[in-house]
């Protein structure tokens, strides 16, 4: 042990200066938002409560029953209960999402192959019971109506989820600007 060691021991140097730099910040402003009274805006791209999206031509659910969403999520929050019309078609008889095991990866969002599951930007909802927090295929819709109709709804799928067509683009091609 060398004496500089030995007098940072004895006179216990890193102990002052961290004492030192808690007073320095005691008698700053304390800089903790008031939660109900100040709120935070939801930054672009966040994700918050699902939603299932709403054709803006057909007024339906986009959602296939394709199952994707459901097999890539790692929580496995997703259930999709699916049959076939007279014409072989596949209907979506429930979609459900039990919204406190999501851990909101956005990976159903990315499997979706018809861009019909999208994350809010509403992060703000709480109950006492557990029942409310199990999104049925009504509730999903009725979410995207709320947040995410008209305009936003467009913008949050062409700013912030990729793959889109112009990726698969052949490399041969020259790229229009």
Not at 20 to 41: G, I, N
Request: glycine share 6%.
């Amino acid at each position: 042990m060398t004496a500089k060691e030995f007098i940072k021991k004895v006179l216990f140097i890193e102990i002052l200066k961290g004492l030192a730099l808690t007073l320095k910040h005691l008698f700053s402003p304390a800089v903790t938002r008031q939660y109900p009274a100040e709120r935070r805006e939801p930054f672009p791209g966040s994700r918050g409560l699902h939603a299932l999206v709403i054709d803006e031509y057909t007024g339906k659910a986009k959602c296939v029953g394709c199952g994707l969403c459901a097999a890539m999520c790692p929580s496995q929050c997703i259930y999709i209960y699916t049959s076939e019309d007279e014409d072989h078609k596949k209907i979506v008889n429930r979609y459900e999402i039990e919204v406190l095991r999501c851990v909101y990866c956005a990976l159903c969002v990315e499997a979706c192959p018809f861009g019909a599951v999208a994350l809010t930007e509403h992060y703000e909802y709480s109950d006492y019971s557990r029942d409310v927090f199990y999104y049925t295929k009504e509730r999903l819709l009725e979410n995207w109506n709320k947040y995410m109709a008209g305009q936003k709804g467009k913008e949050y799928f062409e700013k912030f989820w990729r793959p889109k067509s112009e990726d698969f683009r052949n490399s041969k091609e020259p790229h229009a600007s």
